[in-house]
């Protein structure tokens, strides 16, 4: 019976392979409450073995199970500071990363703040007065960026009118004045050009922030690459640490098995080359499902970031060629402004010419008013003097009609009585004919 026992222990060793697996399936589906590896294949092995013996191989390992309870627990407190200083390492990696991520908001921010105060100026410049009639364009609010830096900076002349001709007021101008306000520059040209200043800004940031998030892009696939990378190279490491040890406890175990003649002693070396194989087994395990969903996330994420890259390359085609546009409409516009302000400038120069010829012609007529007013005023003072004068012609031509009268119904004498009251409306020669005789003395004088 003894002889049977010890060949039975004897071809124990041959079928370890199937053990093996028996018991990686077992401890794969019950990871709480795991027996001794030794018992239960103690128990498939001996029984046919009588009960003594079966007590004698449970006695011996049950210090054996013990031991087997405090690795598991040091391998599963191991493994926990381990998921957790992986953890700690995630945090670490993803840390500068959102970092990064709000400094870029932060600057979006504030971008966009400025953006808005720029606006709010440019509709206050809308709504005040002073643009319409004193009109300066000055250099952009927003500052030159560096890849516009060939487009030509305009600086127009402002359009003040001198105060010697406001002050000049001519009463016949009034429809040339009419004209002149008409002719005057449209600030329009002005603000759609800062318009177009702040767009090509506002959209060139655009294009730098799309740029930064396709740096980000690269840095969180060069860190997922990095980490797989050593991930992979620690299981390498793991696999061949495991191999080794296997190698290692294969050749003591070649080397000691003329001496191993107790079964207990057997048992036991077999348990530790089936507990170093169970330990890196779950070393591979663990890695190898790490890798996994490391692989999964990044495939994941990748094919996320795969799809918002296309459609922020697509974004930032259509912003560049959103730019680019901008850009030659600002060189247009610029031209377009070159072109009104000459236009300005030499309808300015015209108007200017017919203000001074239209001075000129009206100091002309002043004076040749001036001179006519006094021509006007001796004319009127000799009308004057000449009524008065044939006022009293009349006066005098009427009585000395009356006094003819007088005389003729009196029988045609004019004595020296009717003379006298004549002689101040006749004067020298009629007193000096009374004087010498009377009407006769006369030239022409018919008797009656």
Known sequence: HTTNARSKRKRYPKNTSSVTTNIAARKTKVSVRRSPIISRSSSLRTKRKPKEIYHEDDEGYVNEEDYLLEDEIKQSIAKAKEEILKGMEVLDLLKPMEEAAQSWEEELEAFKKA???????VTQMERTDSDEGNYTLTSSPVESLGSSAEIEDLSVPSWEVSKSIINRKIPSLDDFSCTSEQDKPNPQLARMLHQIQSDIRFKEELVKHLEKTESKYAFMRRKFDEKIEHLTHQLSEVVEERDQKLSKTK???????????????????????????????????HLTTEIQELKNTYRSTFRSMDSTKK?????????????????LEKKQMTKRMKQEAERVREKMARQERKITKLQRQHSES????????????????TLKRRDKEMLMSQNQIKMLTDLVK????????????????VSHIIGGSFAAVARRGGMRNLPGYRAP
Not at 265 to 272: A, D, N, P, Y
Not at 366 to 381: C, V, Y
Not at 409 to 421: C, M, Q
Request: proline share 0%; glycine share 2%; hydrophobic share 30%.
């Open 115 to 121: 953006e808005k105060a720029i606006y709010e100026e």
């Open 251 to 285: 050749k003591y175990f070649a080397s000691n098995a003329s001496h191993r003649t107790d079964v207990n002693l057997q048992m036991k070396e077999k348990q530790q080359l089936l507990e170093t194989r169970y330990v890196y087994e779950n070393k591979t395990k």
């Open 311 to 327: 459609h922020q390359e697509n974004l930032l085609e259509k912003l560049r060629v959103s730019v680019e546009a901008l850009k």
């Open 366 to 381: 002043s004076h040749a008013r001036q001179r006519l007013e006094r021509e006007h005023e001796t004319q009127k003072a």
């Open 406 to 421: 007088k005389a003729v119904r009196e029988g045609g004498t004019l004595d020296d009585h009717l003379l006298s009251k």
